[in-house]
């Protein structure tokens, strides 16, 4: 069974993204329909898959990620505006029943992303 996760790390402090919120979106042509929102756990992780079953289907999708948030509350405010606050991540899943992990990896300054398994 195909399904959708996350993961988030921090490599500016070397830990696990906690608390982070992450907005879904599915993509339908021109329409950004929102689907849901989870919440990264002490590991970085979301407690269930993001979408799975027959909600998880082929298509375009959206993960928000508001980074902002999680690095005003570790400290790390820098320069205003700040650099990243709100990560949009679009991607396409075109078989449905594989696992599409899409990690992201964030610092102040930058970020990474790719599809994992």
């Known amino acids: 069974m195909g399904c959708l996760t996350t993961h988030v790390l921090d490599t500016s402090q070397g830990r696990p993204g906690q608390g982070i919120r992450i907005e879904v979106y599915r993509l339908e042509g021109e329409r950004r329909r929102r689907i849901g929102e989870v919440v990264t756990n002490d590991h970085g992780r979301c407690d269930a898959p993001i979408l799975e079953g027959e909600a998880f289907t082929e298509g375009e999708y959206e993960?928000?990620?508001h980074a902002g948030e999680y690095l005003d509350r570790q400290g790390l405010t820098g320069e205003s505006?700040?650099?990243l606050d709100m990560i949009p991540?679009?991607?396409g899943v075109a078989?449905?029943?594989q696992h599409y992990h899409v990690p992201l990896l964030v610092s102040p300054y930058g970020y990474s992303t790719y599809r994992g398994s």
């Open 63 to 65: 993960l928000v990620f």
């Open 81 to 83: 505006p700040r650099f």
């Open 89 to 91: 991540l679009r991607f």
């Open 95 to 97: 078989d449905a029943s």
